[in-house]
T-cell receptor
Framework: GENVEQHPSTLSVQEGDSAVIKCTYS??????FPWYKQELGKRPQLIID?????GEKKDQRIAVTLNKTAKHFSLHITETQPEDSAVYFC??????????FGDGTTLTVKP | SQTIHQWPATLVQPVGSPLSLECTVE??????LYWYRQAAGRGLQLLFY??????ISSEVPQNLSASRPQDRQFILSSKKLLLSDSGFYLC???????????FGNGTRLTVT
C-alpha cells in the first residue's frame, strides 16, 4: 500500500520567516495530494491541495509543489504568523478517495 | 452546504465494555465515509472506509467494526474495548476520488 513520509516532525520559526514541510510517497499511482492543518484538540482542515497534473499551486501565503518523478511534494508558508502554529499533515490519495497521511509536522511560530 | 456531525465528543469507557460512535452527514448524497484514529501526537490511521450502503472496507486488523446502515450514516463499534483502543476518533466524508476529506469534530475515547 501507499506509504507517506513527512519531515521534519517539528519546526520552529520566527514570525515573518518562511516554513517548508516535505513529504514523499511511494505509490506512483497516487494522484491527489492534500495538506491539512490541525489546531490543538480540533479536527484537521484542508488548507491546500494539488493534483498530479499540476506542478505548483499557490493560495496567498501558502504554496504546494509536486515533483511526480521524485515522488515528493512540499508545503511552503511565507511570512509566517503566530496563528500558523499548528500540526500540518500531508496526504496522498490513491483509490476511492482514501488518503494515507504523513505523521505530521508541529509548526511553532515565535512572535 | 454540507455538514458532518459526530458524537459523543468525549467518552470514558472501562475495558471490556461495548462501543458505539455515530457519524452523520448532511447536504450531500452517496458520500465516501471514513473512520480514522489518531493516537496522541501521531498521524491519522485509516480504520474503515465505505463507498456505499453496506459496503465497508477495513484497513487494519482490530477489534473494531464499522457499519453503514444508511447513505449518510456511519457507525464505529466494538463488542469489548481494549486499553489500546484509546485515542481520538475522527469521522470524515469526501465526494470521492480526488476530493478532500471533511472531518467531524472527533471523539476522544479513553478506555480505563
Amino acid at each position: 500500500g501507499e506509504n507517506v513520509e513527512q519531515h521534519p516532525s517539528t519546526l520552529s520559526v520566527q514570525e515573518g520567516d518562511s516554513a517548508v514541510i516535505k513529504c514523499t510517497y511511494s505509490d506512483s499511482a497516487s494522484n491527489y495530494f492534500p495538506w491539512y492543518k490541525q489546531e490543538l484538540g480540533k479536527r484537521p482542515q484542508l488548507i491546500i491541495d494539488i493534483r498530479s497534473n499540476v506542478g505548483e499551486k499557490k493560495d496567498q501565503r501558502i504554496a504546494v509543489t509536486l515533483n511526480k518523478t521524485a515522488k515528493h511534494f512540499s508545503l511552503h508558508i511565507t511570512e509566517t504568523q503566530p496563528e500558523d502554529s499548528a500540526v500540518y499533515f500531508c496526504a496522498a490519495s490513491l483509490n476511492a478517495g482514501k488518503s494515507t497521511f504523513g505523521d505530521g509536522t508541529t509548526l511553532t511560530v515565535k512572535p | 452546504s454540507q455538514t458532518i456531525h459526530q458524537w459523543p465528543a468525549t467518552l470514558v469507557q472501562p475495558v471490556g465494555s461495548p462501543l458505539s460512535l455515530e457519524c452523520t452527514v448532511e447536504g450531500t448524497s452517496n458520500p465516501n465515509l471514513y473512520w480514522y484514529r489518531q493516537a496522541a501526537g501521531r498521524g491519522l490511521q485509516l480504520l474503515f472506509y465505505s463507498v456505499g450502503i453496506g459496503q465497508i472496507s477495513s484497513e487494519v486488523p482490530q477489534n473494531l467494526s464499522a457499519s453503514r446502515p444508511q447513505d449518510r450514516q456511519f457507525i464505529l463499534s466494538s463488542k469489548k474495548l481494549l486499553l489500546s483502543d484509546s485515542g481520538f476518533y475522527l469521522c470524515a466524508w469526501s465526494a470521492g476520488l480526488g476530493s478532500p476529506l471533511h472531518f467531524g469534530n472527533g471523539t476522544r475515547l479513553t478506555v480505563t
